[in-house]
């Protein structure tokens, strides 16, 4: 079965800096799909990042990029230049890919890192 | 607007009533989910309804009853709940089909106290 793990339950960064949130995964499939999500005070899981097993550039999306070590099942999070906004509970989510049958395939979660910015 | 609407966002109930949760979607998406939310455990997926027709129970209790009357509402009808239910319930829908597949979008969950 897959699992996620998230080493860190909690981080800390100053405004402006860079920061990076680690996550690891077992499986035995060679197609999948990596998501990291945020989930605010306001509660609203909201979509970061995803990244497909099968490229090997690492997905980008603005400020947020990842590290995708397929080899050591790594999927690290790093936040540049950090807002106050990004303060948040973040969780990695592991998903296979569609079944043949083109059902969805459950996301299996980490435990999540809550990050605090510090002005 | 989030796409995805839970209501209500906060409710107390005793173990003994009967209260329902409700989802709504607006993003057109085939695919609804129900998950549980409890500190220091990974969120647990309850329930997943495909085309209204629910595809997966995950061993979850007889007291909590899922409906999905169209693919834009789900309901989570609660009864003889307790204490240890108490957790954010949160919602979410995804489009899913052959080929082609998003991301889960979530609502911003009930925060469910049983008293």
């Known amino acids: 079965a897959q699992t996620v793990t998230q080493s860190q339950p909690e981080m800390s960064v100053q405004e402006a800096e860079t920061v990076t949130l680690s996550c690891t995964y077992d499986t035995s499939e060679s197609d999948y799909y990596l998501f990291w999500y945020k989930q605010p005070p306001s509660r609203q899981m909201i979509l970061v990042i995803r990244?497909?097993?099968?490229k090997q550039q690492n997905a980008t999306e603005n400020r947020f990029s990842v590290n995708f070590q397929k080899a050591a099942k790594s999927f690290s999070l790093k936040i540049s230049d950090s807002q106050l906004g990004d303060a948040a509970m973040y969780f990695c989510?592991?998903?296979?890919?569609?079944?043949?049958?083109?059902?969805?395939?459950?996301?299996?979660w980490g435990l999540g890192t809550s990050l605090a910015v510090n002005p | 607007e989030t796409g995805v609407t839970q209501t209500p966002r906060h409710l107390v109930m005793g173990m003994t009533n009967k209260k329902s949760l409700k989802c709504e979607q607006h993003?057109?998406?085939?695919?609804m989910y129900w998950y549980k939310q409890s500190a220091k455990k990974p969120l647990e997926l309850m329930f997943v309804y495909s085309l209204e027709e629910r595809v997966e129970n995950n061993s979850v209790p007889s007291r909590f009853s899922p409906e999905c009357p169209n693919s834009s509402h789900l309901f989570l009808h609660l009864h003889t709940l307790q204490p240890e239910d108490s957790a954010l319930y949160l919602c979410?829908?995804?489009?899913?089909?052959?080929?082609?597949?998003?991301?889960?979008?979530f609502g911003q969950g009930t925060r469910l106290t049983v008293v």
């Open positions: 989510a592991y998903r296979s890919d569609l079944d043949g049958a083109g059902n969805n395939r459950k996301l299996i």
């Open positions: 990244q497909e097993a099968y």
């Open positions: 979410a829908s995804s489009q899913d089909s052959v080929g082609v597949h998003t991301e889960a979008f």
């Open positions: 993003l057109g998406h085939n695919a």
